[in-house]
């Protein structure tokens, strides 16, 4: 039975809509309606609550005996190394298209590949999404247009070609980024060494460098610290003039063409969006990219006034803010707010913030399910949230991870991020599919690892008023119960995206049939987007569902599925309706 939505009253026994019914079905839904609350509110009785942590156990251990069953692996990354030690991996398959196996859409955590120089061909973007790449990102301060194009074009090609795989396009935005210009060869310092930073265009010495940026100088004062890429050297400002800042080397090392320069605890003047920034971005409409990631954003405003142009441009793209600005701690909530999205952008934060507060700072996007507002808004917007930068640095010349690493990034994993970030891994290392194996098989041990007590606390004021999520909750609780994936059918997004953040155990297999919104949602949590056309009969769109992921070997003969339908536009009818089932898969 469905029902009417938003607004109407309903009974819990008109709550959820059973295709195949059977008993064990309907007694733990039943259980389920009214009494499955967490955050504060205790379950009925211990004893319910042990049993229902069982059945979650069980549902986790189903799903892990699964997820290591499609453990990909890249020919180029063959043989034997610690994640076939320590996991079972089944051997890479050929398949027409030069598609070798599936990436393991198990896999909650998304992977962000940034693309260069060591993946930016045709057979590298294959292999990186193939190997688990979900969002190919474009750093727009590399490059010109030509070669993002040519990669932005590639990716296009994979998404036509790959019969059950898609992949998001993000441009990156320089930004206000302070950086040092082009060198004809790296130039090695020692600590004590003088060298000074100059705002002439073109200057690139033993001794001096030009600086991107007029007001470097303005900005900067005598006894301030100015940090190459966040703290790879570091230099102690002692003069300046109208357009060069003197320095002594603090930490020396080896200064490379286009280096990130940072004052420690300050933020640059220059405007969130510049002059080249509003090219890009251009360029990001004209080739249809799925999301901006904004750099350096300090308020709200700038946002607001990307989303103004896009509207005005008729682009449908979201805004990822990066949070990486000193300036934009205290505005936090409203940016936000006005956001698609958020980055913890840790490189440029470590650089501008003192480096010790930046894993506090990384916390208030898992905190931040514990503040009201802003969890208001994540429930409502369903907003991702990527953690960037050094996650696997060290792979950029290394076969294996340090073990810190893998740590960040278990630690981002259960944290509860969207997306975590691979920068100079996939852009310009040696081993850029290796370290995309080595973010998937860490994301997919620490997931089977978490407990649905580590999901967002999920009920609060949002929950009585808004239809979309009680659905989408009481289809999360009764999934976990039963331990089935859930399939949903959206044409906004919005119940997948609502569904995705209250972290269901199993797989959100999203069926759209728009090919921009399956894109966008590769960067949601644990959403498996899948294009199809819907028909005006909503059986047939289920089964059409059904059928396209047994064929795939997604879902199995017997299992039992949750269908969830958006209230927004649905499927079937012409009036607003929300609808939960669960099916037996014939
Ligand atoms: N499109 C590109 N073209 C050339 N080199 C790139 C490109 N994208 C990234 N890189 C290289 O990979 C490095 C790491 O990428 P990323 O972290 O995105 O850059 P950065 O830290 O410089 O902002 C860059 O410093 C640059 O050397
Ligand atoms: C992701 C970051 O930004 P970018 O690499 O563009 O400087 C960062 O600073 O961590």
Redesign the pocket.
């Known amino acids: 039975m469905a029902m009417a939505a938003p607004g109407s009253v309903c009974s819990s026994s008109s709550l959820l809509d059973f295709g195949a019914l059977d008993d064990p079905c309907h007694r733990l839904c039943s259980q389920f309606t009214g009494t499955r609350i967490r955050c504060g509110v205790a379950p009925r009785s211990a004893r319910l609550a042990a049993a229902q942590r069982k059945r979650l156990a069980a549902a986790r251990a189903t799903l892990l005996q699964q997820q290591q069953q499609i453990i990909p692996m890249s020919p180029q990354d063959g043989g034997k190394d610690f994640v076939t030690d320590t996991m079972p991996v089944v051997p890479a398959i050929d398949k027409p298209g030069g598609m070798w196996t599936k990436p393991s859409f198990q896999r909650k955590t998304k992977i962000v590949c ?5 993946t ?1 061909t045709r057979e590298m973007i294959w292999k990186l999404a193939e190997t688990g790449m979900n969002v190919a ?7 010109d247009h030509a ?2 194009k040519k ?1 932005i074009d590639l990716v296009k090609e994979y998404n036509a070609k790959s019969a059950d795989n898609v992949i998001a396009i993000m441009l ?1 935005t ?1 930004g206000p ?1 302070v ?1 040092s210009g082009d060198l004809p060869q790296p130039i090695k310092l020692e600590k004590g060494d003088e060298f000074s930073f100059t705002i002439k265009r073109g200057v690139g010495t033993e001794k001096s460098v030009s600086v991107n940026y007029d007001d470097f100088v303005n900005d900067v004062e005598v006894n301030d610290t100015l940090l190459v ?1 966040g703290g790879m050297m570091a230099f102690l400002v002692k003069w300046k003039t109208s357009d060069t800042v003197g320095c002594e080397v603090l930490d020396g090392g080896e200064l ?5 320069l940072n004052v420690r605890g300050k933020s640059a003047t220059l405007p969130s969006i510049t002059e080249k920034d509003w090219e890009d971005i251009k360029f990001g409409v004209e080739n249809e990219v799925d999301y901006y990631a904004l750099s350096f954003v300090k308020d709200a405003q700038v946002v607001h006034e990307l989303k103004s142009y896009l509207q005005k441009s008729s682009a449908d793209i979201h805004i990822i803010v990066k949070i990486e600005s000193a300036d934009s701690i205290p505005n936090l909530q409203s940016i936000i707010d006005a956001s698609d999205g958020a980055m913890v952008a840790r ?1 440029d934060l470590g650089a501008e913030l003192p480096i010790e507060d930046v894993p506090l700072l990384q916390l208030p996007f898992s905190a931040w399910f514990e503040q009201d507002e802003i969890i208001t808004k994540c429930r409502e917007k369903g907003k991702p949230v990527i953690v ?2 050094n996650m696997l640095e060290s792979m ?1 010349n290394h076969p294996t991870p340090t073990r810190a690493e893998v740590s960040d990034i278990a630690i981002a994993v259960r944290e509860g991020a969207d997306g975590i970030m691979l ?3 996939t ?3 040696k081993y850029p599919l290796k370290a995309v194996r080595v973010m998937h098989t860490v994301a997919l041990r620490t997931e089977a690892t978490l407990s649905e007590e580590d999901s967002p606390c999920t009920l609060g004021r949002a929950f009585k008023n808004h239809m979309s999520e009680m659905f989408a909750y009481h289809a999360t609780m009764m999934a976990n119960t039963l331990g089935t994936s859930i399939l949903v059918f959206t044409r906004s997004g919005f119940m997948a995206a609502l569904l995705s953040h209250y972290r269901p155990v199993g797989t959100v297999f999203a069926f759209t049939n728009d090919k921009k919104l399956q894109r966008r949602l590769a960067l949601y949590h644990g959403v498996r987007p899948i294009f199809m056309e819907f028909s005006d009969d909503a059986e047939e769109t289920f089964s059409g569902a059904l059928g396209t992921l047994q064929n795939r070997g997604l879902i199995k003969g017997g299992e039992q599925v949750a269908l969830v339908q958006s209230g927004k536009q649905p499927i079937w009818r012409s009036e607003s309706t929300h609808h939960i089932q669960v099916r037996k898969v014939a």
């Open positions: 940034t693309i260069g120089p060591s930016n990102r474009l750093n727009m301060s590399h490059g070669s993002h990669v990156d320089k980024e950086r890429d490379n063409s286009r280096r990130h490189g960037a930068t950029i920068s100079g891994e852009a310009h290392g």
